[in-house]
């Protein structure tokens, strides 16, 4: 599937604010970003079995001069609390890309403890949160992000939001004669495994 | 593993190496090492050996040790990492034993300091006293390096690998407990220190 402009954009911040490896667990949402770290020679792109591992692999490229990007979907923040400890106390930045869940059309209710929480959890564990919410702006939302995550040295949060990135499908919608078309970007979901 | 007829576990036998002995030969003559500890007593036996700027030190993070390693190693592949640590943190950061594996760091070593307790907290039994090998779990995780040192000459010969090769070193340590040597807790301190000491700016 072919990314979708906003998407590819943001890959191209990430380029742009000197990013040089990205730890990811897995998210259809981030497929895109995922696919291009690993087709890009300049960047390497790690693999997590669990997200608290990417803060400490972050920590480790900062010790060693090198900007990290972790992405994960928003049930992988409650992982990273305690870890977080580790870029908090040791004034180093920290940067993650957050797929939200359980907040736009969700399907599955294990979902939404997490989504609703996660705003809230990761600003008591010292991280800036930022949103973005539309296409037009997501890029831009990124590369002030990693601005201020890299220049002021403190630990920031994107959160793209399930409308953004659209809500996954897990079956297909009955044909309904009542249902009419008129869709937005996020009422659009694409079908994702 | 030792079972008896119901199933029920007998710990293993303790390992006998003097952990400070231990430590002090694995970092005689660092050189450039870059090291980084868990929180604990293997913290503690490090700074004992000598405290330098090119050793990072966790003091909480549990866990995460052999990741901070691994991004070490990612981020300078032109330098030699050893991430020292112990039982308890590895097996709560053992997933990382199979992402480590999975992502390829020909400069990162592991050697894990294994009393089969937690020191901290009391000396509790850990798993690796119990039923757990952390060698053949790194095995299990696609690890092709590994080694486990049950005495001072096999630690002397695993000074070197460590420096070479992408090694996962189990070194069967004394449960005793040694006098705490406390190393610098201040983060950002440390932080500062280790990238000055591989030409980072710190401005």
Request: hydrophobic share 45%.
């Amino acid at each position: 599937m072919s990314p979708r402009p906003w998407q590819a954009e943001v890959y191209a911040a990430l380029k742009t604010a000197g990013i040089g490896l990205i730890g990811y667990v897995p998210d259809a949402g981030h497929a895109h970003l995922i696919e291009a770290a690993h087709a890009d020679p300049a960047m390497d792109a790690v693999v997590l079995t669990t997200e608290e591992e990417g803060i400490a692999l972050a920590a480790g490229a900062w010790l060693g001069g090198v900007r990290a990007v972790l992405l994960m979907q928003s049930s992988g923040v409650g992982n990273c609390i305690n870890m977080l400890s580790l870029p908090v106390n040791s004034r180093m930045p920290f940067f993650t890309l957050v797929t939200m869940r359980g907040e736009w059309a969700e399907f599955n209710p294990w979902q939404v403890p997490m989504g609703t929480a996660t705003p809230a959890v990761l600003t008591a564990a010292g991280v800036h949160v930022r949103r973005a919410d539309r296409p037009d702006d997501a890029a831009e939302m990124v590369a002030a992000s990693a601005a201020l995550a890299f220049d002021s040295e403190v630990p920031v949060a994107v959160l793209f939001s399930q409308r953004l990135i659209g809500a996954k499908v897990f079956t297909k919608p009955e044909p309904s004669p009542r249902t009419s078309g008129g869709t937005s970007e996020g009422a659009a979901p694409k079908v994702t495994p | 593993m030792n079972r008896n007829n119901d199933g029920i576990l007998t710990p293993r036998n303790d390992g006998t190496l003097d952990r400070r002995a231990a430590v002090a030969a694995l970092l005689r003559d660092p050189g450039d090492l870059l090291v980084v500890t868990g929180l604990g007593a293997p913290s503690y036996d490090v700074s004992a050996a000598g405290d330098r700027p090119q050793n990072f030190y966790l003091w909480g993070a549990m866990g995460g040790t052999a990741m901070v390693g691994l991004g070490i190693a990612l981020a300078r592949k032109d330098r030699r990492v050893l991430v020292l640590t112990g039982d308890g943190d590895m097996l709560m950061g053992m997933g990382s034993l199979a992402t480590i594996a999975a992502a390829g760091a020909p400069n990162l070593a592991i050697a894990v300091l294994d009393n089969g307790r937690y020191g901290e907290t009391g000396a509790q039994r850990s798993h690796t006293a119990l039923a757990a090998d952390l060698a053949e779990i790194a095995a299990g995780c696609g690890w092709s390096h590994i080694t486990t040192a049950r005495s001072m000459a096999e630690v002397e010969a695993l000074r070197d690998r460590l420096r070479r090769e992408p090694l996962f070193a189990v070194l069967r340590i004394a449960p005793e407990e040694q006098p705490r040597h406390l190393p610098p807790r201040d983060g950002a301190h440390l932080t500062h220190r280790f990238r000055r000491a591989l030409g980072i700016g710190t401005d």
